[in-house]
């Protein structure tokens, strides 16, 4: 079985599993970002979801931006995954590499971080649709051939963060 989409065009597997897989490469400013959608059966993923995910890759800047501010508002919390990876990130990265990427310098190291950090991939999930399930998954690395350390933003399907976590 195969489900067909205006946008992703033919999405299904070859074989009798029912996966749901998609992916290419989009641009974001002057950097690709890796985009996959994938869902274990055909069953679960309605149309209307996958034009959310349509909708969503058409405004990556966007969706960027809001995954970017939740980032900063986790900076206000008095101990945050955030800033905890920020610092570990501050203390495991050798200086010069950390200087060739932070792109920005304005006195605050933690925003700088933040403005820096490169948007590697996106994982969207159209099988959740509930307001508490990842729906978008996005992965921010400072460096990307320097460390495996990702600072990963989960989104539900309206695009709220409901998860800021790490992964190295």
Same mark, same amino acid.
Do not use: C
């Given at each position: 079985?195969?489900?067909? @989409? ?6 299904? *597997?070859?074989?009798?599993?029912? =996966? ?17 959608? *994938? ?8 149309? =209307? ?19 970017? =501010? ?7 919390? =008095?101990?945050?995954?955030? *800033?905890?990876f920020i610092v570990a990130q501050f203390e495991e990265l050798d200086a010069e590499v950390l200087e ?5 310098? *304005? ?20 099988? @959740?649709?509930?307001?508490?399930? @990842? ?9 990307? @051939? ?23």
């Open positions: 079985m195969t489900i067909e @989409h205006d946008f992703f065009g033919i999405l299904g *597997s070859d074989d009798d599993s029912g =996966e749901v897989y998609w992916s290419d490469t989009a641009e974001l400013g002057d950097q690709n970002v890796e985009i996959d959608v *994938s869902s274990p059966d055909e069953e679960s993923v309605s149309s =209307e979801a996958l034009d959310i995910v349509a909708a969503m890759i058409n405004a990556l800047e966007d969706l960027d931006s809001q995954a970017r =501010e939740s980032l900063v508002a986790d900076l206000s919390a =008095e101990v945050s995954v955030t *800033s905890q060739d990427a932070l792109i920005w310098d *304005s006195g605050d190291k933690q925003i700088d971080y933040l403005r820096s950090i490169q948007l590697q991939r996106i994982g969207f999930h159209p099988h @959740h649709v509930g307001n508490d399930q @990842h729906f978008a998954v996005l992965d921010y690395s400072i460096s990307p @051939h320097e460390t495996d350390a990702l600072l990963v933003v989960t989104l539900d399907v309206h695009g709220d963060t409901i998860v800021i976590a790490t992964d190295s």
